[in-house]
């Protein structure tokens, strides 16, 4: 066996060794290797042409059996090699090199090859694996993942979509407002929008419109955009709170922090250790640190070392430490309130300045000392109560207006015992419900505002009660005595209103001017005597404003002149006017204007121009009056006289024809005569009233006055009428005491008067009645009265019984013209006296004549007193 065949068997082994068989009957799938086929190799290897020399030596190998002419050619090869041939030895052995690095190259390569494929193997198996994972994952829990892959491209929507709607339609899950609270589904979007836009990732936990717990969590993956919709249950949900809570707690220790930080007291934290961890910045200034920062890395301590080490002496105990002490602050000494509150691995410390705040108490001290002795002279009593209910403080004007025990009030009792002890003494305002009324009371104490009412104690008095409630709780008692005030202002409101009625019903207008020249004051005739409008009234215009209005009514406007001058004008010395206008629409005014004490002005206008008028009728008709009255009294005063004269021949005459010594007359003509007598009698006493009337009008009677016995003249008067009796069968009655004595009048007139007042009653009595004359002295007067038993009089009749010519002589067999009683009183009054009346129908007259008992002294008094009358 030779070199080649050495050589044949060196690469069969090789190719053993590599994996390759050289055998064509084994499966190409188990041996990987393809004829005609080169293995995948990477790309510039040189393993393909190595491969290819030794597949071609190889297949040379394998169609060269023992004997064959390859043998003998390898064998002849060797046999040249033999015998030394250099050139040929050269050309084998580098094809034998050749051989074997290619071997080499191929068996590396088909390793590497192999070790390739079992990688990808592996990483396929890894990847399948990773999606089953995936696909576990996905339906583990209820989720939906939406995913874009551009900011323009449709979405990919998966999962389980009744997580969050009924209907399983895919593009309804983008629609959150279906799902969401408005708010937070317009959150929602605007987080999708950035995710989308700029890749800005999100999470946020929601709640659904049907109360269903969501996490929505939104990131770039990949350069695509992620949305993904999971239920949050359980743990998960669990962990979301917290997540919130952590979250809100950061930000409330951040809020605490910057509140901190913004007040003007020191506060700090410490550490486990006890060093400063965190400062505020009061703490930085106060002790004189750069920042906050500063004073932490240089461990600055605010507190002095004993303070420090109480305090941590305390905090070892678990509680807070709380204490007064006196630091250093920015240079200067303060006392500090200090606060130290430990917790379980840190403590935390705030020191209140207390400096201002104990100056502040001492100078409230000292005003309060102040404030007590000046409320013990007020006439207001004041109580204070603090929020305990006690009292704390009273002033003398309490104590003297409750008559209280000043042992009681020293002792500090409640408020409720208190009122309940005034109560039991009857001081306190009755009361239907008294616990209601207390309980109203006390209320005050839950009171912000001050509030004030008025309590009527027994006796009548009333308070002013005020309760105010004080800044640091409890509250402060005012009592005023308002009793006077009340009565005042009580009488002043009615008087304010009963003006402003009296005002307002007024005919007259009425004005009033203040001192700066405008309208205070006005009733409703002011404006509508000036016809001006209410409305401008009401706008308090100036004396010239209402000058320029109503001056076109005036005329030449002096009168309103005059007005300003006195409302508005500068005088030393003011004073009022009345004056008359008459307007140019013919309306007449009095005016007046008075000055009143505040300084103000009172104008007042009358319409007069109805009085004007009829004072001018009145005045022309009163004339017409006088000159008919003197025309009327000097005809009758004429008449009377020429009647009288005739009419006393005839009774002469008719006297002398009934005296036989001038001749006898038989019976019927001494009747006739008789006649005569009588009717020329009475004519005569007519004659004579209507004279003694006229003399009375004219002021021209004369009294002759005398001493009158009062029994003598009732007997004269007596028998004037004696045959005015006997005819008409009337008894009369004269009633005189004894010795009633005398009184100074004129007793022609009194005797004139009885005479009338007798022929009256004669005249209107009936046959068998009684007519009676009586008369009586009482105190200073003489008292005559003459009774009748006739019809009497009516009511109206009395009332014009007096009057001339009236008489009511019906069923009656009265005949006159009615100057009896006129005469009667005017007789009567005359004296100084009175007359009355006293008649009912069907129940007789009573007429009584009273004169006055002293003495008439002389005609001129008589003639002033007729004047006056």
């Not at 400063?276 to 750069?290: F, I, R």
């Not at 108490?361 to 207001?380: A, I, K, V, W």
Request: hydrophobic residues 45%.
């Amino acid at each position: 066996m030779g070199f080649g065949k050495r050589l044949g068997v060196a690469i069969s082994v090789q190719a053993r060794r590599s994996g390759c068989s050289a055998d064509p009957r084994r499966p190409a799938s188990r041996s990987r290797l393809r004829y005609g086929a080169a293995p995948a190799t990477p790309v510039g290897s040189t393993a393909p042409i190595v491969s290819r020399i030794g597949q071609a030596a190889l297949i040379l190998m394998l169609f060269s059996g023992p004997g064959s002419a390859a043998d003998i050619r390898l064998m002849s090869l060797g046999s040249m090699l033999d015998h030394g041939e250099s050139a040929g030895l050269a050309i084998i052995v580098a094809l034998v090199l050749i051989a074997t690095v290619v071997a080499l190259l191929h068996l590396t390569a088909r390793r590497r090859w192999a070790e390739r494929e079992q990688q990808m193997t592996a990483e396929l198996a890894e990847a399948r694996a990773k999606v089953d994972r995936a696909q576990v994952f996905m339906t583990a829990e209820p989720q939906i993942v939406v995913a874009w892959r551009s900011a323009t491209s449709e979405p990919e929507i998966e999962g389980d979509l009744s997580l969050v709607a009924d209907a399983l339609v895919a593009r309804r899950i983008l629609g959150f407002g279906t799902w969401l609270p408005p708010a937070t589904a317009q959150s929602l979007e605007h987080a999708v929008d950035h995710l989308r836009a700029r890749g800005e990732g999100f999470r946020m936990a929601v709640l659904t419109v049907a109360g269903r717990h969501l996490e929505i969590e939104g990131r770039a993956v990949g350069g695509r955009a992620i949305l993904r919709i999971r239920d949050v249950s359980g743990d998960r949900l669990e962990l979301t709170r917290l997540r919130d809570r952590h979250g809100q707690v950061l930000d409330e220790i951040e809020a605490l922090r910057q509140m901190l930080d913004i007040i003007p007291d020191p506060a700090w934290m410490r550490n486990e250790a006890g060093r400063l961890s965190w400062v505020n910045k009061a703490y930085g200034k106060a002790v004189e640190a750069k920042d906050p920062t500063d004073a932490v890395v240089r461990s600055l301590e605010l507190l002095d070392q004993s303070a420090r080490a109480t305090a941590n002496a305390t905090r070892a105990t678990g509680t807070a430490w709380i204490a007064r002490s006196h630091a250093v602050v920015a240079g200067e000494r303060h006392l500090l309130h200090v606060i130290d509150v430990p917790s379980a691995k840190c403590s935390a410390g705030i020191a209140i300045d207390l400096s201002e705040l104990e100056s502040a108490r001492s100078e409230l001290e000292r005003q309060m000392t102040s404030h007590s002795r000046t409320l013990d002279q007020l006439s207001t009593a004041v109580a204070i109560f603090d929020r305990s209910k006690k009292l704390v403080f009273h002033n003398s004007a309490y104590r003297d207006l409750w008559s209280l025990d000043a042992a009681f009030l020293d002792s500090q009792p409640l408020d409720g015992e208190i009122l309940d002890r005034l109560r039991a003494e009857g001081r306190l305002p009755e009361q239907a419900d008294y616990r209601a009324w207390k309980a109203s009371v006390l209320a005050a104490y839950q009171a912000v505002e001050p509030s004030e009412t008025a309590w009527y104690l027994p006796g009548g008095r009333t308070l002013r009660a005020v309760t105010n409630p004080n800044p640091n709780g409890g509250i402060t008692y005012l009592f005023d005595d308002v009793t006077e005030r009340y009565h005042l202002e009580s009488k002043y409101n009615a008087l304010i209103r009963v003006q402003g009625e009296t005002l307002d019903t007024l005919k007259e207008a009425v004005a009033v001017f203040g001192t700066d020249g405008r309208l205070k004051l006005f009733n409703p005739a002011f404006a509508e005597i000036w016809r001006l409008d209410s409305a401008t009234l009401l706008e308090r215009p100036h004396i010239d404003e209402i000058a320029g209005l109503c001056g076109p009514l005036c005329g030449d406007g002096t009168a309103w002149t005059a007005m300003r001058t006195i409302v508005a004008g500068l005088e030393d010395e003011r004073r009022g006017f009345e004056q008359r206008l008459q307007r140019r629409d013919g309306t007449i005014l009095d005016y007046a204007a008075a000055p009143l004490p505040d300084g103000a002005t009172l104008l007042t206008f009358t319409n007069v121009t109805a009085g004007v008028n009829v004072e001018r009728a009145l005045k022309e008709r009163n004339q017409a009056l006088i000159d008919a009255e003197k025309i009327r009294n000097d005809f009758v005063h004429h008449v009377s006289y020429e009647l009288r004269s005739p009419l006393t021949n005839i009774i002469g005459f008719v006297q002398l024809l009934g005296d036989r010594s001038v001749g006898s007359l038989n019976a019927k003509q001494l009747e006739y005569a008789g006649y005569v007598t009588k009717s020329s009698s009475a004519l005569l006493a007519i004659i004579n009233d209507i004279l003694d009337l006229a003399t009375i009008d004219i002021d021209a009677m004369e009294l002759s006055v005398g001493d009158v016995d009062i029994r003598q003249i009732m007997d004269e008067a007596s028998e004037g009428v004696q045959d005015r009796l006997s005819d008409a069968g009337i008894t009369l009655q004269i009633v005189a005491r004894e010795g009633i004595g005398v009184f100074e009048a004129d007793g022609q007139r009194v005797r004139q008067i009885l005479f009338n007042l007798l022929s009256n009653a004669i005249g209107f009595s009936s046959a068998g009645q009684t007519v009676t004359l009586a008369a009586m002295r009482r105190q200073d007067q003489v008292v005559f009265k003459v009774t009748d038993e006739g019809r009497g009089m009516s009511s109206d009749m009395l009332d014009r019984v007096f009057d001339r010519f009236e008489s009511d002589t019906i069923g009656s067999r009265h005949r006159g013209v009615g100057l009896g009683l006129s005469i009667v009183r005017a007789f009567v009054e005359l004296h100084g006296g009175q007359v009355l009346i006293d008649s009912a129908l069907g129940e007789g007259t009573t007429v009584t004549c009273i004169f006055q008992a002293q003495a008439i002294e002389s005609d001129a008094m008589l003639s002033t007193s007729l004047r006056s009358h």
